[in-house]
């Protein structure tokens, strides 16, 4: 069946560094790619999308860039904070990634 | 306020008993979501619906019901057959533009249910 593959499974970086999360999805139908933010013991939560007819998209220190071609898509966050530390989901369409456990060391 | 509840957050059951979630939404989103998230495996969704008394399984229905009477509503039952009900279960809604072309989805705070 479909799937979505997420990775790394778990990120520790330093204050201050870069954190990149990958997602390969299988559907070439899909055309929505939201990236979600789950903190601890609550609901995910949108944090940036982007529809399959837009390469890049970027929203102050979070951007995300997708290749419909080799069918991937991935999550860039710049001078990481400790308040970045959380899980993030990707998706493609309604299929979600595995998840990304983040941690931002102070 | 707009937003999506689930209540209780936490829940606890004996093995062998029926027991239901709830979920509201006063969002007016059309489509309600049901996935159930287990330590390292993502969300897997259990069941959805799109439109009132319409619902379709999801990828691990099996152990589980829902009704959809009302547009605010979505409730999910999780039954005796389900062999591993333990997990965290939430609910999500969302708009459906034209098109079927699929949007943000809006996530309730969860619940955790313990089966003893």
């Known amino acids: 069946g479909e799937n979505v593959e997420q990775h790394p499974s778990t990120l520790s970086v330093q204050e201050g560094d870069s954190a990149v999360i990958k997602c390969t999805y299988s559907?070439?139908?899909?055309?929505?790619f939201p990236w979600y933010k789950q903190e601890l013991g609550k609901g995910p939560q949108l944090i940036i999308d982007?529809?399959?007819?837009?390469g890049e998209k970027k929203d102050q220190r979070i951007a995300v860039t997708l290749n419909k071609t080799a069918k991937h898509f991935s999550l860039h966050i710049t001078e990481t904070q400790p308040e970045d530390s959380a899980v993030y989901f990707c998706?493609?369409?309604?299929?979600f990634g595995t998840g990304t456990s983040l941690t931002v060391i102070p | 306020d707009g937003g999506i509840t689930q209540s209780p957050k936490y829940l606890f059951r004996k093995e062998g008993q029926n027991v239901t979630l709830s979920c509201e939404q006063n969002?007016?989103?059309?489509?309600m979501y049901w996935y159930r998230q287990d330590p390292g495996q993502g969300l897997r969704l259990i069941y959805y619906?799109?439109?009132?008394?319409?619902?379709q399984k999801g990828d691990i229905a099996e152990g589980y019901s829902v009704s959809r009477e009302k547009k605010e509503s979505f409730p999910l039952t999780v039954t005796s057959a389900q062999k591993n009900p333990t997990a965290f279960y939430l609910c999500?809604?969302?708009?459906?533009?034209?098109?079927?072309?699929?949007?943000?989805?809006?996530f309730g705070p969860g619940t955790r249910l313990t089966v003893l």
């Open positions: 619906s799109q439109i009132v008394n319409d619902f």
């Open positions: 999500a809604s969302s708009l459906i533009a034209a098109g079927n072309s699929y949007n943000e989805q809006f």
């Open positions: 559907d070439s139908a899909s055309n929505y």
């Open positions: 982007i529809r399959s007819n837009v």
């Open positions: 969002l007016n989103h059309d489509a």
């Open positions: 998706a493609a369409t309604d299929l």
